[in-house]
């Protein structure tokens, strides 16, 4: 089966300071990778995802994401982040018609 | 836009009731999904359904069932609830294919006592 793995479990950072979110995934064949937000009380929402084509991928609310097939990696970025960014994240990997999501990692976005 | 509508924000449930978590969605999706969100284990896949009456486990089936009699309507069914199912409970669907992106709805807290 195909999945990843979130490296920060959390990760705390200063308003407009620059942010990145790791994520790694197993699959040596194509694959396709998603990004979700979850903000509090509410459902999962797609950032961003990763099909084929350019492997720098831009998502909504100013997130970015690059596919890297030789370190098997699709970290999520900012170059400024908000105080409304504090939120929960997941990568996701396609597996048949459903995906598989990593644990998540805690965005803190602090003043 | 997607909209998926779960019938309850929350629910509170006795150990050994029968529990029926119910889902619709508007867009005429084919697939739709039912995960369980846990803190630390992020979203785990419970069942799926890829056509009316057709479903298929996922990674936690036990102790649940499914049911999907219209295309726009998935039920989660928790035959005798225990306290190990306390949970937060997404359901989701997509248009057809394995690359296209899961629309949620905004869950259902589960309190099983």
């Known amino acids: 089966a195909q999945s990843v793995t979130q490296l920060d479990s959390q990760v705390p950072v200063f308003e407009e300071a620059p942010v990145e979110l790791r994520c790694n995934y197993s699959s040596s064949v194509s694959v396709y990778l998603f990004w979700y937000v979850q903000y509090p009380n509410q459902g999962l929402q797609l950032l961003l995802k990763?099909?084929?084509?350019?492997?720098l991928v831009k998502g909504i609310n100013g997130f970015e994401a690059e596919f890297n097939k030789s370190q098997t990696s699709f970290h999520l970025r900012k170059p400024s982040v908000h105080i409304s960014d504090t939120a929960e994240y997941f990568c996701a990997v396609s597996e048949r018609y459903a995906l598989n999501f990593g644990k998540g990692t805690s965005l803190l976005v602090t003043p | 836009d997607v909209k998926v509508t779960q019938s309850s924000r929350y629910l509170v449930k006795r150990t050994g009731e029968k529990v029926f978590l119910e889902c619709v969605q508007d867009?005429?999706?084919?697939?739709m999904f039912w995960y369980r969100q846990d803190p630390g284990l992020g979203l785990r896949l419970i069942y799926f359904?890829?056509?009316?009456?057709?479903?298929e486990k996922g990674d936690i089936p036990e102790g649940y069932s499914v049911s999907r009699e219209k295309k726009e309507r998935f039920s989660l069914i928790l035959e005798s609830a225990s306290t190990n199912q306390t949970s937060m409970y997404l359901c989701a669907s997509s248009v057809d294919g394995h690359n296209s992106p899961l629309h949620f709805g905004n869950g259902t807290r589960l309190t099983v006592t």
């Open positions: 867009m005429d999706h084919e697939n």
């Open positions: 359904s890829y056509d009316v009456k057709m479903k």
């Open positions: 990763y099909l084929s084509g350019s492997t």
